[in-house]
């Protein structure tokens, strides 16, 4: 009796809100051992599994203090495959700051059971203690909830966009999407001008709604996907094609790099390739200058002769 006693109470206090350790959860059931209390929290759990009434409920610890909490499941969750592939590729990516990673970590993990909790705190463990977030530090989950907000709702706003040199200056624009590329968030939209304007979040201060009213061109920017699919280190510019010679190199990458890649020329036996994509703006050169030798840009002329440019301009470093 004194056990269903015991796990009654530890069932009202977890219910009221109440957060314990496993050492304090010991003593309110009697000075038992981390064994025994194990015992009780999953024998609750067990139970709440049993009745369609309880089922949402889950004695889980949260990793931030170690404590113990009753958290509600929601109808839908993701299992521990899907929270470790999601946690992989967001620590990866290192845009988010430390705190925020750790509060993600836990928000995701406490819908799991323990055994899966301690699996994934294995796997992720290396790469958060040497996760090392942008150098601007900023928290953005706030920042960027709150402009998808203004998006979602059609409103114009108005905000001070400091630049790489530290030089602030206010703008007023549409916001058409927020999107992650290379490091960053950006915020991509438009001005009184019909002019395609990218920021950087992390670099948008005191933005507030205004009421002007700007015409939406009609522009590539603003379908996200296709965006995303052309434009590389968020330079703006021209939509355009881009043809080069790809030799000695592994084609599968480069063909995962850019998905508007087609293969005009196929060699295979010699690993030759000619490949055309569609970029927006000059970024592309960035990726070009990194393939060394192995590219030869074909067209346009423009780009061809940049690449040249800098080619000759890396050269002189070494002369």
Do not use: C
């Amino acid at each position: 009796m004194a056990k269903a006693t015991d796990m009654l109470d530890l069932y009202f206090r977890f219910m009221s809100g109440e957060r314990f350790t496993k050492a304090q959860i010991g003593e309110i059931i009697g000075k038992k051992s981390e064994r025994t209390v194990q015992r009780y929290i999953a024998s609750l759990n067990d139970f709440f599994d049993t009745r369609q009434e309880t089922e949402h409920l889950r004695i889980v610890m949260n990793h931030t203090d170690r404590k113990y909490e009753m958290t509600r499941l929601e109808n839908e969750t993701f299992d521990a495959t899907q929270i470790l592939a999601i946690l992989k590729i967001l620590i990866s990516t290192r845009g988010l700051s430390e705190e925020e990673i750790h509060l993600i970590i836990n928000n995701l993990t406490n819908h799991i059971t323990e055994e899966n909790q301690r699996i994934i705190e294995k796997a992720i463990q290396s790469e958060l203690v040497h996760y090392e977030p942008m150098n601007h530090g900023e928290p953005l989950l706030n920042k960027i909830w709150d402009i998808n907000l203004l998006i979602q709702q059609n409103k114009t706003i108005k905000f001070e966009y400091f630049n790489a040199m530290n030089q602030g200056r206010i703008h007023t624009i549409k916001p058409m999407y927020i999107t992650f590329s290379e490091l960053y968030f950006y915020l991509v939209g438009v001005n009184d001008k019909e002019q395609v304007l990218i920021f950087r979040i992390d670099r948008i201060q005191d933005y507030t709604k205004a009421e002007d009213k700007f015409k939406e061109p009609n522009s590539p920017y603003f379908r996200e996907g296709a965006l995303k699919q052309r434009i590389y280190f968020m330079y703006g510019g021209e939509w355009k094609k881009v043809s080069f010679e790809f030799n000695g190199g592994i084609i599968e990458s480069v063909l995962d790099r850019f998905p508007t890649a087609r293969l005009l020329k196929k060699d295979y036996a010699n690993n030759r390739f000619v490949v055309e994509i569609e970029v927006i703006g000059d970024g592309i050169l960035m990726w070009l200058l990194s393939q060394g030798a192995r590219v030869k840009v074909l067209s346009p002329n423009s780009l061809k002769e940049k690449h040249i440019a800098e080619v000759k301009k890396i050269m002189a470093n070494y002369e």
